[in-house]
């Protein structure tokens, strides 16, 4: 038997009016008629409820509760059909299964169900546009109930790939033009009342870096260690290419040393941040920071309004 999945209402606690619906295994208690709406906490997130609330279709009735049948489906698959009266005459239509692409509408507005968007963040620590983007995207993606995805690369890599270089180089005989990249850097931040100081150190290697961001990928403290390095270069100054500098950093974190430390100094973090890198120059990337919704790059901190209209027009 093919596992179901049912469309879900998700709200994030403290932030009353901000929904989307994501699909999300049933577990077998719930495969059968409730009488009423089921409140669940749901391990894989944490930070949210979930509230499995029935739709109806439009001039659709209140109806008594109906065995479960089956519904053929696109393609000849077929799901689970569940009718369930609840106390506040709404309806749970259907379970679908995993595999149903695209995803159900919701009947009672005739949009199309989404699952919850992701950003994708391209970064690379030795970046103070990185940086900036980086303090700002969190409260962008919650306003959109949006996810934050991470991609580490090596930004010297990119370059090196793409036959581009950093502003700061390219316009480096060009006075003005430098003084104008430095003066919007420190506007951007004083204006969304952001800590940050041009590294004395000013460009960086950041490889060893770089990998523990790689080992930190899905991990829990995967946003400690982001943040840790980022104000440790743009806030503090620190010079995080000494590898002892670096530890440092993460031992006053609560970090994990000792992992990070192994994967710094190992190949399978070496390899997979030369990997992540050639994928993203496959994608387009030329630059950070880089971010994907979907299909569609923006490249650099002030594209990130142009960001947020392509998550509004995503809902």
């Known amino acids: 038997m093919k596992e179901l999945f049912a469309p879900v ?3 994030q606690k403290g932030t009353p009016g901000v929904f989307s619906f994501v699909h999300i295994p ?3 208690c719930l495969n059968a008629v409730q009488p009423r709406p089921i409140k669940l906490h749901w391990p894989k997130f944490p930070r949210f409820f979930f509230h499995l609330r029935a739709i109806l279709p439009p001039g659709g009735k209140e109806k008594q509760p109906k065995k479960q049948s089956r519904q ?4 000849g698959r077929s799901a689970s059909l569940l009718s369930a009266t609840t106390r506040d005459a709404a309806r749970l239509t259907a379970f679908w299964i995993r595999d149903l692409q695209p995803l159900p509408p919701d009947f009672a507005t005739g949009r199309r169900c989404q699952m919850t968007q992701n950003v994708e963040f391209v970064y690379d620590f030795c970046s103070p546009n990185a940086y900036l983007a980086h303090k700002v995207l969190p409260d962008l993606a919650a306003r959109h109930g949006a996810a934050i995805r991470f991609v580490p690369v090596l930004l010297s890599t990119v370059f090196k790939a793409t036959n581009n270089q950093s502003p700061f180089r390219a316009f480096s005989e060009n006075r003005k033009k430098s003084a104008y990249l430095t003066h919007d850097l420190h506007r951007f931040a004083r204006r969304r009342g952001l800590n940050f100081h041009m590294s004395p150190y000013f460009p960086l290697n950041t490889k060893f870096a770089m990998r523990g961001a790689v ?3 899905g991990k829990s403290w995967e946003d400690r260690y982001v943040d840790a390095v ?3 270069i743009w806030v503090h100054g620190q010079k995080i290419d000494d590898l002892n500098v670096l530890t440092d950093i993460i031992q006053e974190r609560d970090l994990p040393v000792r992992k990070i430390r192994e994967a710094i100094t190992g190949d399978l973090a070496k390899q997979t941040l030369k990997d992540q890198t050639k994928a993203a120059v496959r994608r ?7 971010l994907f919704v979907g299909s569609e790059m923006f490249f650099g901190k002030n594209s990130l309004a142009n960001v947020e209209l392509e998550l509004e027009a995503l809902h």
């Open 9 to 11: 209402l998700l709200q």
């Open 26 to 28: 049933l577990h077998p």
């Open 72 to 75: 053929k489906l696109p393609g």
């Open 215 to 217: 080992a930190a990928m």
């Open 230 to 232: 980022f104000d440790a």
């Open 284 to 290: 387009g990337v030329f630059g950070v920071p880089c």
